[in-house]
Structure formats: structure tokens, C-alpha cells
């Protein structure tokens, strides 16, 4: 079972390129996120999926887009990338079912630098 | 906003407890978790509490005051694998989480 898988790892970006995070999960999980995180500020929330089809803003939405066409895949799409989203971008995914705890399990993250 | 306060860095020895406090003060509350986040890994689950009172989870346990906005979660016989980061998070009224910037834990020899 590998959970949540990541690519790619890590990515180097020049400024004004278009790059896209991919974010897998096989755990048929309802719910996804993405989630930057930065030194001394913790995780952040970008952008959620509640179930396939649908999608929602976080805390720091702008610069980034996501969709949902299918329960596995959540993928982050940067339009015009940006030093200051140099970041470790984390993809989340919880079964969110009522009455449950509806803890998150998180992938292994992408190191993404932009120049 | 949602305001998540924990200390920025802890240090014990093998052995000892540590105890990391985290206060809260978010718009609803569904809930506390604790996660662990070793350097260049994802956070990891460790506990969640929603009723005010103590889970103990092996080694770990984890408190919560909901009417004073605190938690904190005690980490006992430490050992060396135990140094991490650890973050508090808030599931809010939208059952979205909140997270604190994380406490770091080094445990020495």
C-alpha cells in the first residue's frame, strides 16, 4: 500500500514558468489538500478537495490552482511560479466520514525552489 | 484568524519526560491533533483529542482544557528518535485544520 505518493520530489523553477505538483492517493479517501510549508510558520493550508468534483481555497490560495476530476489525483498547478513560492508543498488526503476523527495523512512532500 | 501558539524549541536528555504545551484560539473547535514531523519527512499522526481529559498512547499522552484553549503533549522515556518537530493543529467549525509553527525536540545522550 503506498498511501500518498508525491512528484517530484524536488524541482528547480525559473520565475514565470508553469509547473504542476502531482499529489496520488489509494486509499479512496474522500478528502485532499495541499498544504506550504515554511520555516517559522508552519503548515498552511492552499487549496482542499472535500470529494471528487469539487474544490475550495485556503489560507493562501492566490498564485495557485487545483482540480479534481477523479478521487485519487489532486494535482497543484502554479501558473506563473514566483521566488516567494519557494516552499515544501505537502499533499494531504483524510476519509472525512461523520462521526469520525477525520485525521489527515500526508505524502512525502515536494522541495520546489524558484529562481 | 485562527492563533496557535507552542514553543519554538525544547531540549531534554534520554531518558527524562518533556512536556510541550500548545494554547489555541481559533473560530469553532472539531478537535486537537498532535503530529510528529522528523527533518526532511511528512508529519505523522500521533493523537487527537476532542473532550477535555488525558489520552495516554504508550509513551506519549496528550491533554485537553477546551474551556482554557490548551493542550499540551507529554513525551516520556525519551529516546533519540524521538527528536522531531512537533505540531499542534485545530480542526476549526469548516473541520479544517489549523497548524502551529512546530516545536523542536532534541533529546541528548
Known amino acids: 500500500i503506498a498511501g500518498i505518493t508525491q512528484a517530484p520530489t524536488s524541482q528547480i523553477l525559473a520565475a514565470g514558468r508553469r509547473m504542476t505538483l502531482r499529489c496520488t492517493q489509494d486509499m479512496r479517501h474522500n478528502a485532499m489538500y495541499w498544504y506550504r510549508q515554511d520555516l517559522g510558520l508552519g503548515l498552511r493550508l492552499i487549496h482542499y478537495s472535500n470529494t471528487a468534483g469539487t474544490t475550495g481555497k485556503g489560507e493562501v490560495p492566490d498564485g495557485y490552482s487545483v482540480s479534481r476530476a477523479n478521487t485519487d489525483d489532486f494535482p497543484l498547478t502554479l501558473a506563473s511560479a514566483v521566488p516567494s513560492q519557494t516552499s515544501v508543498y505537502f499533499c494531504?488526503?483524510?476519509?472525512?466520514?461523520?462521526?469520525?476523527?477525520?485525521?489527515?495523512?500526508f505524502g512525502p512532500g515536494t522541495r520546489l525552489t524558484v529562481l | 484568524g485562527q492563533n496557535i501558539d507552542q514553543p519554538t524549541e525544547m531540549t531534554a536528555t534520554e531518558g527524562a519526560i518533556v512536556q510541550i504545551n500548545c494554547t489555541y484560539q481559533?473560530?469553532?473547535?472539531?478537535?486537537l491533533f498532535w503530529y510528529q514531523q522528523h527533518a526532511g519527512e511528512a508529519p505523522t499522526f500521533l493523537s487527537y483529542?476532542?473532550?477535555?481529559g488525558l489520552e495516554e498512547k504508550g509513551r506519549f499522552s496528550s491533554f485537553l482544557s477546551r474551556s482554557k484553549g490548551y493542550s499540551y503533549l507529554l513525551l516520556k522515556e525519551l529516546q533519540m528518535k524521538d527528536s522531531a518537530s512537533y505540531l499542534c493543529?485545530?480542526?476549526?467549525?469548516?473541520?479544517?485544520?489549523?497548524f502551529g509553527a512546530g516545536t523542536t525536540v532534541t533529546v541528548r545522550a
Open positions: 483529542n476532542v473532550l477535555d
Open positions: 494531504a488526503s483524510s476519509e472525512m466520514s461523520s462521526g469520525g476523527t477525520d485525521t489527515q495523512y
Open positions: 481559533t473560530s469553532g473547535f472539531n478537535g
Open positions: 493543529a485545530v480542526t476549526d467549525s469548516d473541520y479544517k485544520l489549523s
